[in-house]
């Protein structure tokens, strides 16, 4: 699993508009109250968390980027080790979450 900034997923989403797959693995109340506007909402602990994402993706071999609540929220860390455990060839985690995507868009 490769980690990325905010700086790195707002390049890859909006300047070079790379086709990745962007989840937030939070359960669906968290990312009803607040996620980043592109991504989908697969919980890491729903039973069928693989089988959604690989609906999602299409492919093992399509860039998937995982994220969760902020740094120290180890949801989207146990999804990237579940996805790549399953075979999927690139996972990213945005270890910064919700809190860092906002926290930087706020202070812009």
């Not at 089988?51 to 902020?70: F, H, L, P, T, W």
């Not at 790549?84 to 990213?92: L, M, N, R, T």
Request: include cysteine; glycine fraction near 4%; aromatic fraction near 10%.
């Amino acid at each position: 699993m490769k980690t990325i900034s905010r700086d790195d997923l707002k390049q890859m989403n909006e300047t070079e508009h790379e086709d990745f797959v962007l989840i937030n693995v939070l359960p669906r109340d968290a990312f009803n109250r607040e996620h980043i506007r592109t991504s989908i909402n697969i919980p890491v602990d729903e039973p069928s968390f693989l089988e959604q994402a690989e609906a999602v993706a299409g492919s093992k071999d399509r860039k998937i980027v995982v994220y969760c609540a902020n740094f120290d929220c180890d949801a989207s860390p146990k999804a990237a080790q579940k996805l790549e455990d399953a075979g999927f060839k690139e996972v990213y985690d945005y270890e910064g979450g919700t809190k860092d995507w906002f926290d930087q868009k706020h202070a812009a």
